[in-house]
């Protein structure tokens, strides 16, 4: 009966809320680590042609998604609204959560970005680890219906914590 009505995480929130929480930063972490990777070999042409800051380029990458992750923010809390939960206090947690999302995937930017100058198919593993990376994280099942013993294994994603506290701000 309560598998029915579309509750799920200890019937806190139904099952589309629960996904939306989670979708919303995989889908932000995703699209910056993508493009930020590929950002000095796409903008060749300012680093070497002209005395740039190299630096800005990943920002400037992961700057431009995080403007499709705020319309995706807007989504989540109508979303939330629809299934009864109206903005509250918890969900000033949600720029918290989005900038700690920042400065995790701008990080990574700037490492990946500097390896796929000398290694061009680093975006390619990228890519990879990011399609392995959506099943570790919780993002479409409950940590708590994982076995124990893989839990705290499951828990040296970074993503986990960012995932549950997105979860955590909205219902």
């Not at 990943?58 to 700057?63: F, H, R, S």
């Not at 939960?85 to 969900?91: A, F, K, R, T, V």
């Not at 720029?95 to 400065?103: D, Q, V």
């Amino acid at each position: 009966d309560k598998l029915m009505s579309g509750a799920s995480r200890t019937n806190e929130a139904p099952f589309v809320l629960f996904l939306t929480a989670g979708l919303v930063p995989w889908f932000f972490f995703n699209e910056a680590l993508n493009s930020g990777t590929g950002a000095l070999r796409e903008y060749d042409y300012l680093v070497k042609k002209i005395v740039f800051k190299v630096d800005i380029l990943p920002i400037i990458k992961v700057t431009s998604a995080l403007f499709i992750h705020a319309f995706f923010l807007l989504i989540l809390l109508v979303v939330a609204a629809i299934y009864g939960y109206y903005p509250s206090l918890p969900m000033l947690q949600l720029p918290y959560y989005s900038a700690c999302l920042y400065i995790l995937v701008l990080g990574l930017c700037y490492l990946t970005s500097a390896i796929a100058v000398f290694f061009k198919d680093i975006s390619q593993i990228i890519q990879i680890l990011l399609q392995i990376g959506m099943w570790a994280t919780p993002i479409l099942w409950d940590m708590k219906s994982v076995s124990f013993h893989w839990v705290g294994y499951l828990k040296l994603n970074p993503l986990y914590y960012i995932v549950e506290g997105y979860r955590d701000a909205v219902y």
